[in-house]
């Protein structure tokens, strides 16, 4: 019972990752904090600038790949992949941190928006997941590691898609994790609090336990290291919001209607 739920990362040095979402905040961090440690890492998201800068030196030493795509767009998503496994052999670990976050009330919510945030939060993931994992096993070997958030756990105010999509997120990495665990592969499920980033920049309410994407990077990375299945955090927050999920409704709802004030 105290063994780790998943096998280690090889060492660093050793380690080939492909980090979808990797231009800002968490992806990008982790990017650099990877290749701080040695990895070779290949870093993808829409702006082949921005990969171009988290990557920096990397490139021309040979340790990181720019692979500039649309991660909702399947066919993008595969070429990158065939060519990251061409050039590599061999994948270790696929992170796939790529999100977007709108505030929606009930009053707000409409189907195009709606659909928007499933499309990039769950469909995306799906559709890397769906591309990657053949390949996984047939090498026996890698892992996926997927960022969902704390704020699919229960519902919150002003996360009525997103807070859904993420929730339907985590169900699809625990599934994902009893299919995959028995045949060799590991599965990570990344649950973020409040982390300072562009996306979190554009919220207007207090962020309780607000954290810099350099310390959720290092999070991640230990998580990873221990083999951990849930790697959640700050664990102040992350702690309290689990705990919410045990109590009754009345209480629930009162509780984040008083810690809120919506």
Known sequence: MLTPLNPPPPAWPDARVWIVGASTGIGAETAK????????????????????????DAVA?????????D??????????????VS?????????????THEEIRAWELTDAKARALFETNLHGVIGTVAAVVPTLLAQQRGAIG????????????KALIYGASKAALINFTETLYL???PRGLGVFLINPGFVRTPLTARNEFRMPHLIDADQAAREI?????????????????????KLLRLVPYRWYFALIRRSTGL
């Open 179 to 181: 299919d995959l665990h």
């Open 33 to 56: 904090l990877l290749l701080a440690r040695g990895a070779r890492v290949a870093l993808s998201a829409r702006s082949a600038d921005k990969l171009a800068d988290v990557a920096g």
């Open 221 to 241: 990375v230990a998580g990873l290291e221990r083999g951990d299945f849930e790697i959640h955090f700050p664990k102040a927050f992350s702690r309290q919001l």
């Open 87 to 99: 050039t590599w052999g061999n994948v270790d670990l696929v992170l796939i941190v790529a999100g």
């Open 71 to 84: 991660f909702t767009d399947a066919r993008a998503i595969a070429a990158a992949w065939s060519r990251l």
């Open 146 to 157: 997927i960022v969902a958030s704390v704020a699919g756990y229960s519902g919150l105010p």
């Open 61 to 69: 030493a040979g340790r990181a790949i720019v692979e500039p795509l």
